[in-house]
Antibody
Framework: QVQLEESGPGLMQPSETLSLTCTVSGFSLTSNGVGWVRQPLGKGLVWMGTIWAGGSTNYNSAVQSRLSISRDTSKSQVFLKMNSLQPEDTGTYYC?????????WGQGVMVTVSS | DVVMTQTPPSLSVAIGQSVSISCKSSQSLVASDKNTYLNWLLQSPGRSPKRLIYQVSKLDSGVPDRFSGSGSEKDFTLKISRVEAEDLGVYYCLQGTHLPLTFGSGTKLEIK
């Protein structure tokens, strides 16, 4: 069955670079895209970016200058890297299969940015 | 960016009642392939979002037929007939026609 699982550090310092991994199973990254969605604590959902089946990427302009999404198809993993972290980057980060449109989601990983 | 205006922000209903949630987009969501990429998601307390409905009105597998979606172009509605306790949580609409993808602000459904 389709599954996605996020992993990464829970606590980050301001100005550091966040690295998250989304490990997928039940589908191929060369057949389906994967997107990242952030949810600040107690708030709504914000799309951050997607890596498509062909390997191209699209980013939300709000974070585009700080964000990079890549993948390792042999390991069925998608990576999110975001630099220059600020406290407002605190929240839960989800990966979701994109294409079909967000039909499966991971359980999310909470990231806190604090000194 | 496409703005998704979702109303109401919250609802409190009794078991067995029916409710409707509205989502209006600032642009038409009809894509060049003629499909309309409007999803409805439910985020139950402490859980990740779960897709209920895709392309306006198509139910995901395992979703009770108490849920229905309707609408076109810029105006969409999620209806829940005969609300059950398990339906509580926050409902979001999501448009996937235009980049960036955008979500509605959410509707919190509480059970009286």
């Amino acid at each position: 069955q389709v599954q996605l699982e996020e992993s990464g550090p829970g606590l980050m310092q301001p100005s550091e670079t966040l690295s998250l991994t989304c490990t997928v199973s039940g589908f191929s990254l060369t057949s389906n895209g994967v997107g990242w969605v952030r949810q600040p604590l107690g708030k709504g959902l914000v799309w951050m970016g997607t890596i498509w089946a062909g390997g191209s990427t699209n980013y939300n302009s709000a974070v585009q200058s700080r964000l990079s999404i890549s993948r390792d198809t042999s390991k069925s993993q998608v990576f999110l890297k975001m630099n220059s972290l600020q406290p407002e980057d605190t929240g839960t980060y989800y990966c979701a299969r994109h294409g079909p449109l967000f039909d499966y989601w991971g359980q999310g990983v909470m990231v806190t940015v604090s000194s | 960016d496409v703005v998704m205006t979702q109303t109401p922000p919250s609802l409190s209903v009794a078991i067995g009642q029916s409710v409707s949630i509205s989502c209006k987009s600032s642009q038409s969501l009809v894509a060049s392939d003629k499909n309309t990429y409007l999803n409805w998601l439910l985020q139950s307390p402490g859980r990740s979002p779960k897709r209920l409905i895709y392309q306006v009105s198509k139910l995901d597998s395992g979703v009770p037929d108490r849920f229905s979606g309707s609408g076109s172009e810029k105006d969409f509605t999620l209806k829940i007939s005969r609300v059950e306790a398990e339906d509580l949580g926050v409902y979001y609409c999501l448009q996937g026609t235009h980049l960036p993808l955008t979500f509605g602000s959410g509707t919190k459904l509480e059970i009286k």
